[in-house]
């Protein structure tokens, strides 16, 4: 029998990939899960943010909870939006890129670089977490291109591959992004806890 993972995210994409990741474990969605508090993502880090989040998921729920937390870090705006980037405008994920790209107009293509760093938290209803995480570089575009994805995808130029996150296919997404590195070093804990040598 597979041991239970709750996920701590109620974004579709985020969802949709950290499943994706998650192999050999029964994963739960919050919707799956009664009386899961509503948890303010207030803190100043992505590593914050996310260990708040599964600490709260995870007392409440009684199960090992998985929360994760990311963003787009720009140089040339002093790493905005940051850990703001899902609240960077009013809106859709559309109205935000069109705020970065407005913010973005002048700065010339040398200084367009950008990463999206992932943060994921693993955490027990003993109050025991342990915090993983991934970068992704590359240069924000001059306008949006491809359909895949979500977020900021559309505007992350890789250089050595000369697409947009949005232009990958899921599975080269599922290989390469900043979420599944962050994944990637959380495999021991999730291989501990599948094998119940953890927490």
Request: aromatic content about 6%; overall charge neutral; some cysteine.
């Amino acid at each position: 029998m597979r041991r239970p993972l709750l996920l701590a995210t109620t974004n579709p994409g985020k969802l949709s990939e950290l499943r994706l990741l998650a192999e050999g474990l029964e994963v739960l969605s919050p919707r799956e899960v009664a009386g899961l508090p509503p948890v303010e993502e207030s803190e100043s880090t992505l590593e914050g943010n996310a260990r708040k989040k599964a600490l709260a998921w995870a007392s409440a729920s009684g199960l090992v909870t998985l929360a994760d937390d990311s963003g787009l870090f720009v140089e040339a705006l002093g790493g905005r939006p940051g850990v703001h980037s899902a609240r960077y405008a009013a809106g859709d994920d559309a109205t935000r890129v069109a705020r970065l790209l407005e913010e973005m107009r002048d700065v010339p293509d040398a200084r367009r670089g950008a990463c999206f760093r992932c943060v994921l938290c693993l955490a027990a209803p003993s109050g025991r977490s342990v915090v993983e995480e991934g970068v992704w570089g590359g240069e924000v575009t001059h306008e949006p291109r491809g359909s895949s994805g979500f977020g900021y995808d559309p505007v992350l130029l890789l250089p050595v591959l000369g697409r947009t996150v949005a232009e990958l296919t899921p599975e080269e997404k599922g290989r390469l992004s900043h979420r599944a590195q962050a994944f990637a070093r959380m495999q021991p804990w999730l291989a501990a806890y599948r094998q119940g040598s953890w927490p």
